[in-house]
C-alpha cells in the first residue's frame, strides 16, 4: 500500500475506527477496521444466504479496501461485523426512499434516521391530521438521568378519559426503537379530547456516553424534546384539519434534527404542477429568517414526467438562482421510470432510483489508482460487485420496519456500484468505461446465480465520494477539483484527541464558527493528474455548467445504470448554454444538483464567509505549510507506538 496522507489518516480515525474502550481514546487500527467490515461481515452475509464463503475472495477484498484501492460502504465500515449490523440489518444501507402518508411511513422514516440512512420521502397529504381540538396544557418531562443509566425500552402511553382529567401521557423508552414508535404515538393522536399532552422523557438516559450498538455519543433527550415541541405545534395548529404537504415536510424535516449528521441526509420530492409546488419550491428560501432552519436537513427537488418547453426549463433555473443557486432540484421522472420501472423517489444525493419502501447499500472503487493495470481494475469491480449484491441478503424483519421493506429488497436487489477519483483518469475511454461497467455487472449477477438468488434490477451508479474519496485519496466522485492546490478545513468534534495531535504537529486549529461543539483542522491537499487553468499565481479550475453536465451525459450514458451524482456549479450569465443543454438532452438527464458558483481565486474574506471548507492556494503557500508540518504519531490512539517517516507523513500527500 502506498502512503497515506495526514487527512485520510485522520479522517479515517475521526469516522471509521471504532473505539475499543468506553472513552473513546483507544480505536482501531486500519487493519482491525477493515478485517471485521469485510472478512468477518461478509463470512456472516455469505453463510446468511445460504452458501460457503470463499475465503480467498474475501482476502481480496480485504487487500483491496485495506490498500484503499476500494471501499465498501462507510456504515459497514462503521459497524459491518458487528452483531448490531446483522440485527438491525436497515444500518447498512446508505440509501432509502418512502412515501410520507400515514403513520406507519413516518414512523419507518424516523427510525432509518435513527439508524443514520439516508432518506428520501414524498410527502403527500390526505392520512395524517392534527389533534381534534387544540390542547392548551402541554409539558415536557425532561430526564435527570446520568449517562450509565439503562431505562425500561418500550414506550409506556396512558390515553386521555374522564378518570384522569383527559391528561394523555407518552412515556419514551431508552433506545431508538421506542423514539421511533414514541413518533407513532404522537401523530396518530387520541379521536377524544384532550386537556393536556405530557411528553415524558425521565426514563431516558443522559448525554455523554458511546451507544454499544451504534458506537455513537449519546446526545441524550434534548434533541428528541426540541422536535417533538415543534411537531407538536404543527399537530395542535392544524387541530381539526388535515395536515398538508409542507406540514409532512416539516415533520420529516424536525426528525432529522434528532439524529443531525451527514449520516441522516433527506431528500423531499414534489412533482411539478402540484397545487403546492411552488410554496414546495420556495420552502427553504431565508429559511434562517423565518424560524425554518429544519428545513435545511433535506434537498427539495421537483419531478418532471413529461418534457418541460425551454421557458419552463428557464423559469426552473431562474427561480433557483432566486433562491440561492441551488434548489429546487429538477428530476427527469420520465427518464428515471425508462431506467427503473418502479421508480418512485431517489436517495438524497439523488444516484439511486428507488421505489416506495425501497433500499440500497453502495460500495467504491478508486479508478485512477489502475492506471498502469487496466485488468486489475475490472477484477476489482467484479470483486467489489460481488460484495455488494451479498449486502442484500439480509432481513429486514427487524420488529420496526414495515414489512414491505423486505420485501422490495427481494425482488429488487438493488445494488450502488461506485466509482472516484474520475478526474485523475483522463486516460479512460468510452470503451474501457463500458467495459469496467460490465464487470460490475458480471460480479453482482454471479454472486447472485451461485446463491439461487434473483439478480439486481439496477447496479451501476456515481455517488458524491466525498469521505470516502478523502481516505483514498483522490479526486471525489465524478466532480474536478475547485484548484490543485487546496487548504482543506475538515471539521471534528471538539473533544476528539486528534485534535491535540494535530496542532502540536504544526496544523492550523480553530474553533468551528457554525458549531459550538467542533473544531476545523487544515489540512493542505494537491490534485495532480487533473488538468488546471492558471490565473495570475493559481492553478484552478474555471469549467463551465456545460462541460460539467457534458461530462454528467458520458458517465450517465456509459455507465450509470440508475443515475450519476454530480453538483453543477453555474452563473446566472450561463442561463442560455444550460437551458439549451437540458432542452437538448433531456432524455440522458434524469437529474444532477446545483451550486451558485464562487470564484476560486477569492479567499473567504474577499467572499464575506466565515471560512471556506476548500480554499484554492498558491504552490508557495502550500509547499510553505506543508512544510512546516511534523510526522504525526498515529500508534498513540491504538495503544500502540509507529511512526511512520514516508513519503506522506507530514500530511503534504499528493492525491494520487
Given at each position: 500500500m502506498g502512503a497515506v496522507s495526514a487527512r485520510a489518516e485522520a479522517i479515517t480515525r475521526r469516522t471509521y475506527n471504532r473505539p475499543l474502550d468506553e472513552s473513546g481514546n483507544t480505536l482501531e487500527t486500519w487493519e482491525q477496521t477493515v478485517a471485521r467490515a469485510t472478512c468477518t461481515h461478509h463470512r456472516r452475509l455469505w453463510e446468511g444466504a445460504g452458501g460457503t464463503p470463499n475465503e480467498e475472495e474475501l482476502l481480496e477484498l480485504q487487500q483491496l479496501v485495506l490498500d484503499r484501492k476500494a471501499l465498501v460502504a462507510g456504515r459497514t465500515l462503521w459497524l459491518g461485523g458487528t452483531d448490531y449490523s446483522m440485527s438491525r440489518a436497515c444500518s447498512q444501507f446508505n440509501c432509502t426512499y418512502t412515501r410520507a402518508q400515514t403513520v406507519y411511513q413516518f414512523v419507518d422514516a424516523f427510525w432509518l434516521l435513527l439508524n443514520g440512512c439516508g432518506v428520501g420521502f414524498r410527502p403527500q397529504a390526505g392520512t395524517l391530521h392534527g389533534f381534534l381540538k387544540p390542547i392548551k396544557d402541554f409539558e415536557v418531562i425532561q430526564s435527570t438521568q446520568g449517562p450509565d443509566h439503562h431505562g425500561p425500552e418500550d414506550n409506556e402511553e396512558i390515553l386521555p378519559s374522564g378518570e384522569n382529567g383527559y391528561h394523555w401521557s407518552i412515556k419514551i423508552g431508552d433506545s431508538a426503537q421506542g423514539w421511533a414508535k414514541s413518533l407513532g404515538k404522537l401523530i396518530n393522536p387520541p379521536r377524544s379530547a384532550v386537556e393536556k399532552l405530557t411528553i415524558d422523557l425521565s426514563n431516558l438516559r443522559g448525554p455523554g456516553k458511546r451507544l454499544k450498538g451504534y458506537g455513537w455519543i449519546c446526545n441524550g433527550g434534548q434533541p428528541l424534546e426540541t422536535a417533538y415541541r415543534s411537531i407538536f405545534d404543527?399537530?395542535?395548529?392544524?387541530?381539526?384539519?388535515?395536515?398538508?404537504?409542507?406540514?409532512?415536510l416539516d415533520v420529516v424535516n424536525h426528525l432529522g434534527t434528532v439524529l443531525s449528521s451527514r449520516r441522516a441526509a433527506q431528500i423531499a420530492l414534489m412533482d411539478y404542477g402540484h397545487p403546492r409546488w411552488e410554496q414546495f419550491a420556495l420552502a427553504k428560501k431565508d429559511y434562517w429568517m423565518l424560524n425554518n432552519e429544519h428545513r435545511q436537513q433535506s434537498n427539495n427537488s421537483l419531478v418532471f414526467w413529461h418534457k418541460p418547453?425551454?421557458?419552463?426549463?428557464?423559469?426552473?433555473?431562474?427561480?433557483?438562482?432566486?433562491?440561492g443557486g441551488s434548489e429546487p432540484g429538477f428530476v427527469n421522472g420520465e427518464a428515471a421510470r425508462r431506467r427503473a420501472p418502479w421508480f418512485d423517489g431517489m436517495n438524497p444525493c439523488a444516484e439511486i432510483l428507488l421505489s416506495s419502501n425501497g433500499f440500497c447499500n453502495l460500495v467504491t472503487t478508486a479508478i485512477s489508482k489502475f492506471w498502469n493495470n487496466f485488468s486489475a481494475a475490472l477484477r476489482a469491480l467484479y470483486v467489489m460487485g460481488r460484495a455488494n449484491y451479498r449486502q442484500t441478503c439480509v432481513d429486514l424483519n427487524d420488529g420496526i420496519l414495515s414489512p414491505e421493506w423486505h420485501q422490495t429488497n427481494e425482488a429488487l436487489r438493488l445494488c450502488g456500484m461506485s466509482m472516484t477519483g474520475i478526474s485523475q483518469a483522463p486516460w479512460l475511454t468510452d470503451y474501457q468505461i463500458k467495459r469496467l461497467r460490465d464487470a460490475a455487472i458480471t460480479g453482482t449477477y454471479s454472486m447472485a446465480d451461485e446463491l439461487g438468488l434473483p439478480r439486481p434490477k439496477l447496479v451501476t451508479c456515481l455517488k458524491p465520494e466525498g469521505?470516502?474519496?478523502?481516505?483514498?485519496?483522490?479526486?471525489?466522485?465524478?466532480?474536478?477539483?475547485?484548484?490543485?492546490?487546496?487548504?482543506?478545513w475538515v471539521g471534528f468534534a471538539s473533544r476528539?484527541?486528534?485534535i491535540d495531535m494535530l496542532q502540536s504537529a504544526g496544523y492550523r486549529v480553530i474553533d468551528h464558527p457554525d458549531d459550538p461543539n467542533g473544531t476545523l483542522i487544515c489540512f493542505p491537499v494537491a490534485y495532480p493528474g487533473c488538468r488546471f487553468e492558471v490565473d495570475g499565481d493559481k492553478e484552478i479550475n474555471r469549467e463551465s455548467a456545460v462541460e460539467q453536465l457534458n461530462r454528467y451525459r458520458r458517465w450517465n450514458t456509459l455507465w450509470a445504470d440508475h443515475n450519476t451524482s454530480i453538483t453543477v456549479s453555474w452563473d446566472i450569465s450561463e442561463l442560455d448554454e444550460i437551458v439549451d443543454w437540458l432542452d437538448r438532452y433531456w432524455d440522458d438527464y434524469v437529474?444532477?444538483?446545483?451550486?451558485m458558483r464562487n470564484d476560486p481565486t477569492k479567499t473567504a474574506k474577499d467572499l464575506g464567509h466565515k471560512y471556506l471548507p476548500q480554499e484554492v492556494v498558491t504552490e508557495s503557500a502550500y509547499r510553505e505549510y506543508a512544510d512546516k508540518l511534523s510526522i504525526?504519531?498515529?500508534?498513540?490512539l491504538h495503544g500502540i507506538h509507529e511512526v511512520d517517516a514516508g513519503e506522506c507523513a507530514s500530511g503534504a500527500c499528493p492525491v494520487k
Amino acid at each position: 500500500m502506498g502512503a497515506v496522507s495526514a487527512r485520510a489518516e485522520a479522517i479515517t480515525r475521526r469516522t471509521y475506527n471504532r473505539p475499543l474502550d468506553e472513552s473513546g481514546n483507544t480505536l482501531e487500527t486500519w487493519e482491525q477496521t477493515v478485517a471485521r467490515a469485510t472478512c468477518t461481515h461478509h463470512r456472516r452475509l455469505w453463510e446468511g444466504a445460504g452458501g460457503t464463503p470463499n475465503e480467498e475472495e474475501l482476502l481480496e477484498l480485504q487487500q483491496l479496501v485495506l490498500d484503499r484501492k476500494a471501499l465498501v460502504a462507510g456504515r459497514t465500515l462503521w459497524l459491518g461485523g458487528t452483531d448490531y449490523s446483522m440485527s438491525r440489518a436497515c444500518s447498512q444501507f446508505n440509501c432509502t426512499y418512502t412515501r410520507a402518508q400515514t403513520v406507519y411511513q413516518f414512523v419507518d422514516a424516523f427510525w432509518l434516521l435513527l439508524n443514520g440512512c439516508g432518506v428520501g420521502f414524498r410527502p403527500q397529504a390526505g392520512t395524517l391530521h392534527g389533534f381534534l381540538k387544540p390542547i392548551k396544557d402541554f409539558e415536557v418531562i425532561q430526564s435527570t438521568q446520568g449517562p450509565d443509566h439503562h431505562g425500561p425500552e418500550d414506550n409506556e402511553e396512558i390515553l386521555p378519559s374522564g378518570e384522569n382529567g383527559y391528561h394523555w401521557s407518552i412515556k419514551i423508552g431508552d433506545s431508538a426503537q421506542g423514539w421511533a414508535k414514541s413518533l407513532g404515538k404522537l401523530i396518530n393522536p387520541p379521536r377524544s379530547a384532550v386537556e393536556k399532552l405530557t411528553i415524558d422523557l425521565s426514563n431516558l438516559r443522559g448525554p455523554g456516553k458511546r451507544l454499544k450498538g451504534y458506537g455513537w455519543i449519546c446526545n441524550g433527550g434534548q434533541p428528541l424534546e426540541t422536535a417533538y415541541r415543534s411537531i407538536f405545534d404543527i399537530l395542535n395548529a392544524k387541530s381539526g384539519d388535515l395536515l398538508d404537504e409542507i406540514d409532512l415536510l416539516d415533520v420529516v424535516n424536525h426528525l432529522g434534527t434528532v439524529l443531525s449528521s451527514r449520516r441522516a441526509a433527506q431528500i423531499a420530492l414534489m412533482d411539478y404542477g402540484h397545487p403546492r409546488w411552488e410554496q414546495f419550491a420556495l420552502a427553504k428560501k431565508d429559511y434562517w429568517m423565518l424560524n425554518n432552519e429544519h428545513r435545511q436537513q433535506s434537498n427539495n427537488s421537483l419531478v418532471f414526467w413529461h418534457k418541460p418547453s425551454k421557458a419552463k426549463i428557464r423559469g426552473m433555473m431562474e427561480m433557483i438562482w432566486a433562491s440561492g443557486g441551488s434548489e429546487p432540484g429538477f428530476v427527469n421522472g420520465e427518464a428515471a421510470r425508462r431506467r427503473a420501472p418502479w421508480f418512485d423517489g431517489m436517495n438524497p444525493c439523488a444516484e439511486i432510483l428507488l421505489s416506495s419502501n425501497g433500499f440500497c447499500n453502495l460500495v467504491t472503487t478508486a479508478i485512477s489508482k489502475f492506471w498502469n493495470n487496466f485488468s486489475a481494475a475490472l477484477r476489482a469491480l467484479y470483486v467489489m460487485g460481488r460484495a455488494n449484491y451479498r449486502q442484500t441478503c439480509v432481513d429486514l424483519n427487524d420488529g420496526i420496519l414495515s414489512p414491505e421493506w423486505h420485501q422490495t429488497n427481494e425482488a429488487l436487489r438493488l445494488c450502488g456500484m461506485s466509482m472516484t477519483g474520475i478526474s485523475q483518469a483522463p486516460w479512460l475511454t468510452d470503451y474501457q468505461i463500458k467495459r469496467l461497467r460490465d464487470a460490475a455487472i458480471t460480479g453482482t449477477y454471479s454472486m447472485a446465480d451461485e446463491l439461487g438468488l434473483p439478480r439486481p434490477k439496477l447496479v451501476t451508479c456515481l455517488k458524491p465520494e466525498g469521505t470516502g474519496s478523502k481516505i483514498m485519496d483522490v479526486t471525489e466522485g465524478i466532480h474536478k477539483p475547485l484548484g490543485k492546490y487546496i487548504f482543506n478545513w475538515v471539521g471534528f468534534a471538539s473533544r476528539d484527541p486528534i485534535i491535540d495531535m494535530l496542532q502540536s504537529a504544526g496544523y492550523r486549529v480553530i474553533d468551528h464558527p457554525d458549531d459550538p461543539n467542533g473544531t476545523l483542522i487544515c489540512f493542505p491537499v494537491a490534485y495532480p493528474g487533473c488538468r488546471f487553468e492558471v490565473d495570475g499565481d493559481k492553478e484552478i479550475n474555471r469549467e463551465s455548467a456545460v462541460e460539467q453536465l457534458n461530462r454528467y451525459r458520458r458517465w450517465n450514458t456509459l455507465w450509470a445504470d440508475h443515475n450519476t451524482s454530480i453538483t453543477v456549479s453555474w452563473d446566472i450569465s450561463e442561463l442560455d448554454e444550460i437551458v439549451d443543454w437540458l432542452d437538448r438532452y433531456w432524455d440522458d438527464y434524469v437529474a444532477v444538483s446545483w451550486m451558485m458558483r464562487n470564484d476560486p481565486t477569492k479567499t473567504a474574506k474577499d467572499l464575506g464567509h466565515k471560512y471556506l471548507p476548500q480554499e484554492v492556494v498558491t504552490e508557495s503557500a502550500y509547499r510553505e505549510y506543508a512544510d512546516k508540518l511534523s510526522i504525526v504519531d498515529w500508534g498513540k490512539l491504538h495503544g500502540i507506538h509507529e511512526v511512520d517517516a514516508g513519503e506522506c507523513a507530514s500530511g503534504a500527500c499528493p492525491v494520487k
